[in-house]
């Protein structure tokens, strides 16, 4: 079992940047790939970001790429989603999510957190 809590949503400018953490509790953090997916009013939950058990390959949603970026730090068991250049449209929910795989996953993801709600103004 594997729980996953979400934190560093907040309000933002667009423009702006922010950070997600997201701190797994299990005992072989390094065994799972992990990834951040995202909910917007209305629509529904999509893949923004993944990345393998080491750190060492990831893999990002067009919407997303070149603006933000993921990484881990095993030794913390947590995962992170570094947000730059934040638009409008990045507004949702953002989730962190866990698969039993050593490589980079984009969908079929077994465990998942609470979410941390992220809102850019215009």
């Known amino acids: 079992q594997v729980q996953l809590v979400e934190s560093g949503g907040g309000l933002v400018q667009a423009g702006g940047s922010l950070r997600l953490s997201c701190a797994a509790s299990v005992r072989t953090f390094s065994s799972y790939a992990m990834g951040w997916f995202r909910q917007a009013p209305g629509k529904e939950r999509e893949f923004a970001a993944g990345i393998n058990w080491s750190g060492t390959s990831t893999y990002y949603a067009d919407s997303v790429k070149g603006r933000f970026t993921i990484s881990r730090d095993n030794a913390k068991n947590t995962v992170y989603l570094q947000m730059n250049s934040l638009k409008p449209e990045d507004t949702a929910v953002y989730y962190c999510?866990?698969?039993?795989?050593?490589?980079?996953?984009?969908?079929?993801?077994?465990?998942w957190g609470q979410g941390t709600q992220v809102t850019v103004s215009s």
């Open positions: 999510a866990a698969h039993p795989n050593y490589g980079v996953v984009t969908l079929g993801y077994d465990y």
